[in-house]
């Protein structure tokens, strides 16, 4: 990682949160909280906000929250698989070893955000502003950054066959130590971009000429 990233400033001690996150209210604002162990299902809240929090093997289902602000957070080991995060904001947040397949977080803004070991499949990131990002480790089988911004946003060893990029510029972005075998990019979007000699193979597609 060539630039340095703010890590999630959360003390050591936290107060446990429980019923109330079974009944979330737009607006509702939570600080100095920690979530384990818990299946959260059927939400439905705009503007919820989290500052220094934890949470610890969560599930939530069936689900929308959108404009969710997130400060200085934490998921372990959570799952949020098709839960609708639509133009939120998350700042100083980390998941780890997360299941985030289907979940949309079209349009959101994300500072100082990492993503360590989780599965991402089919994930939106559309139309979404990234500044000073990383997912490393992650599986982000078909998932979408239409139109998105990355600035200061780095990809290591990712499995991102088939992820969506057109309109994205990608110059300085280094996918060589990514996995793919394809992907859904303008052949514009890719200048700049930094890759091995064996994606050069899978990409010469894009510029219409037959390899002998």
């Known amino acids: 990682m060539n630039f340095k990233m703010d890590q999630p400033n959360i003390p050591d001690q936290l107060d446990i949160l429980t019923h109330e996150v079974h009944s979330l209210r737009t607006k509702d604002e939570f600080r100095l909280k920690s979530v384990s ?49 639509t133009d939120s904001f998350l700042h100083r947040t980390e998941f780890r070893n997360c299941k985030l397949i289907g979940t949309d977080f079209t349009r959101s ?33 078909r998932a979408d950054f239409f139109h998105s911004e990355l600035q200061k946003t780095i990809f290591t060893a990712c499995h991102i066959d088939q992820a969506v990029l057109s309109g994205t510029k990608l110059e300085g972005i280094d996918l060589s130590d990514c996995e793919f075998d394809g992907l859904v990019v303008e052949i514009e979007d890719l200048k700049g971009c930094i890759i091995s000699q064996r994606h050069a193979y899978t990409l010469v597609g894009l510029l219409d000429v037959i390899m002998k």
């Open 37 to 85: 162990d818990v299946f959260i299902d059927g939400q439905d809240a705009q503007k919820v906000s989290f500052d220094k929090c934890v949470f610890k093997n969560v599930t939530v289902t069936e689900s929308a929250l959108v404009g969710i602000e997130l400060t200085d957070v934490v998921f372990e080991r959570c799952d949020l698989s098709n839960v609708c995060l």
């Open 109 to 141: 803004r994300f500072q100082n955000v990492r993503f360590l070991g989780c599965v991402s499949d089919y994930a939106s990131f559309r139309f979404t502003n990234f500044k000073q990002a990383a997912f490393e480790s992650n599986s982000l089988i």
